[in-house]
Antibody
Framework: QVQLVESGGGVVQPGRSLRLSCAAS????????MHWVRQAPGKGLEWLAF????????YYTDSVKGRFTISRDNSKSTLFMQMSRLRAEDTAVYYC???????????WGQGTMVIVSS | SYVLTQPPSVSVAPGQTARFTCGGD??????VHWYRQKPGQAPVLVVY???DRPSGVPERFSGSNSGNTATLTISRVEAGDEADYYC??????????FGGGTKLTVL
């Protein structure tokens, strides 16, 4: 079964760190670039970061540059997002998603909730 | 940065046709992807590369893209189509860009 499963969300205080994971199965993870996308409560989708299949290319949206780091372990078919210096506005559901060849996202995980609050 | 503009809401009666627009500067030169998101669920790709459907998506879903507007069309709308619909492109200056989303209400 082809799927992505996120984990690692929770409640964290402002300024602290959190690491999200996304376990892939059912496809050759090492062949595909991967994305993180988030959705704040009641808001739209916000793209956060992309990592190429070979980890050479990494791109971030401005709001998380310098605070979030995307990485992957192809041997374990797992994608990560290390989040530091968290802010209240980082509160959201975080999704991982698999790329298509033309820039789309054709498979999404179920999401993991991150709440940044004191 | 590249911006995609979607109307906040669309309302149609069951059996009618729903059209969702996505405006962007010369969007016709880009590949547009559309997602459906039901409450409490992850987004699902329903149209990719302007007008292709992933396997399992009904033929009622179609897309077009030209000039400054891309359009997702749902024919014979059903109550189960109620959801938020997002357009998305990849732009060289902005990477992945999503529109603000359009909420479909089936009357």
């Amino acid at each position: 079964q082809v799927q992505l499963v996120e984990s690692g969300g929770g409640v964290v205080q402002p300024g602290r760190s959190l690491r999200l994971s996304c376990a892939a199965s059912g496809f050759t993870f090492s062949n595909y670039g991967m994305h993180w996308v988030r959705q704040a409560p009641g808001k739209g989708l916000e793209w956060l970061a992309f990592i190429s299949y070979d980890t050479i290319n990494k791109y971030y949206t401005d709001s998380v540059k310098g605070r979030f780091t995307i990485s992957r372990d192809n041997s374990k078919s797992t994608l990560f997002m290390q989040m530091s210096r968290l802010r209240a506005e980082d509160t959201a559901v975080y999704y991982c998603a698999k790329e298509t060849q033309t820039g789309g996202l054709d498979m999404w995980g179920q999401g993991t909730m991150v709440i940044v609050s004191s | 940065s590249y911006v995609l503009t979607q109307p906040p809401s669309v309302s149609v009666a069951p059996g009618q046709t729903a059209r969702f627009t996505c405006g962007g500067d010369n969007i016709g030169s880009k590949s547009v992807h559309w997602y459906r998101q039901k409450p409490g669920q992850a987004p699902v790709l329903v149209v990719y590369d302007d007008d292709d459907r992933p396997s399992g998506v009904p033929e009622r879903f179609s897309g077009s893209n030209s000039g400054n507007t891309a359009t997702l069309t749902i024919s014979r709308v059903e109550a189960g189509d109620e959801a938020d619909y997002y357009c998305q492109v990849w732009d060289i200056s902005s990477d992945v860009v999503f529109g603000g989303g359009t909420k479909l209400t089936v009357l």
